[in-house]
């Protein structure tokens, strides 16, 4: 793959391809942590007098315009970020976008309006997603891809575009991809992997490909109930997967074969309703109980205590660690400490740390942890994923030389 420096780009438009999907309330970007990490390339290219074209997806709107999920805010905070004006088109490749890259001069910025408010970024037709890019090529001279969190969509600037214009990696990309090669050639070992979140169905192929890979599975979030009624014990209304015992089954019967510890929570703790994370009320009935003894209609909402202190322990001696998942409902104060447990035991460790992306990444900064201290923290939770597994990822795909 090039990279920006393969390209001469002064007084060259060029298109560069982020993710800013930041989490917005209202008009409030509560979590700015993508807008930062593309800054550094847009900053470099910049400094080297190209007119950058910057272009994103946020959320998931219907193919049109929709105010709620609107760019504006984020050409105000990348503005702030570059210290620069960031002129914003109020359309993607309409009359706005088409005067505001006229106007371009050199070293200058334009963030276009949601790449999803037309049809053809997300289509599954090669020609309507073609002639999207069509127009989107019009507008620039080279192309950068560095939408790490994107790479794994086959969408129109995500992996058309680029077939279409000089292409080149950014440093975003290029960062992310060194650390997921540092997770599947030659590891360091012992190798451990973290995986929380909600559905075993989510971590299925990821889980797969780590079994001959992986030294330690250590499992946590909402999946773990499944693993915990695989092991023959009721999880009273906790979230459960039931036709995937049989395949958590077979995982923890491959492991012990393989050599692959699968470690599965000891205690958990439980409320007898989802918490009111917005208003953070307290849970009057908070109870942590043995992972063998959940009552039934009790809610399982994070790890507890015992696992808590058990997973910093297999995490102690690792040279390298993968984390994608947080332990439970860390947005509310009663459910945080299981997932706050899991970071720090990170952070006390001498490997080398890897944070997977999505809600694992918005926990550590939701948290109050340091970033820098991590040994990277990704911006794409399901490109991660996807990459671990083993997959093709049509973005990266497309920048290859």
Excluded: C
């Excluded at 470099?44 to 049109?64: N, T, W």
């Excluded at 699968?262 to 942590?288: H, I, N, Q």
């Amino acid at each position: 793959m090039k990279t920006i420096e393969d390209l001469e780009v002064s007084g060259k438009r060029v298109f560069v391809r982020a993710d800013l999907n930041v989490p917005l309330s209202g008009d409030t970007i509560t979590d700015d942590g993508r807008i930062r990490a593309v800054a550094p390339t847009i900053a470099k290219l910049v400094e080297r007098g190209a007119r950058v074209v910057v272009a994103s997806h946020l959320g998931r709107p219907k193919g049109e315009p929709d105010p709620k999920f609107s760019l504006a805010p984020v050409a105000v905070r990348l503005g702030e970020i570059l210290g620069r004006p960031v002129a914003f088109a109020t359309d993607t490749v309409g009359d706005s976008a088409k005067a505001t890259v006229a106007a371009l001069g050199d070293g200058e910025v334009t963030l276009l309006e949601n790449l999803r408010f037309n049809a053809g970024e997300t289509s599954k037709d090669d020609a309507e997603r073609g002639a999207f890019a069509d127009e989107l090529a019009a507008l620039a001279d080279l192309y950068v891809g560095d939408g790490f969190g994107a790479v794994h969509r086959k969408h129109a600037s995500v992996y058309d575009l680029p077939a279409r214009l000089p292409h080149a990696v950014g440093d975003l990309i290029a960062t992310e991809v060194g650390v997921l090669k540092r997770l599947t050639e030659d590891v360091a070992r012992p190798y451990v992997v973290v995986l929380g979140g909600s559905k075993v169905s989510d971590k299925v192929g990821v889980i797969e490909n780590l079994l001959g890979k992986a030294d330690r599975i250590l499992i946590g979030g909402g999946m773990m109930y499944t693993f915990i009624a695989a092991q023959g014990h009721g999880v009273g209304a906790s979230l459960l997967q039931e036709d995937q015992i049989p395949v958590v089954q077979d995982y923890l019967k491959r492991g012990a074969e393989q050599g692959v510890e699968f470690v599965v929570p000891l205690d958990t703790a439980v409320s007898g309703s989802f918490p009111d994370v917005k208003g953070g009320a307290p849970v009057e009935d908070y109870a942590v109980v043995d992972v063998d003894a959940i009552p039934d209609g009790a809610l399982g909402l994070d790890i507890g205590p015992k696992t808590a202190q058990l997973f910093a322990e297999k995490i102690a001696d690792a040279k390298t660690v993968f984390w994608n998942g947080p332990m439970g409902v860390f947005e509310h104060p009663a459910f945080a400490d299981g997932t706050r447990a899991v970071a720090q035991a990170l952070l006390d460790s001498d490997a080398f740390t890897v944070v997977g992306g999505g809600d694992s990444a918005a926990a550590v900064r939701t948290l109050g942890f340091d970033e820098a201290k991590f040994g990277h923290i990704s911006t794409g939770g399901g490109a991660s994923l996807e990459y671990l597994e083993g997959k093709t990822l049509p973005g990266l795909a497309a920048l290859e030389d």
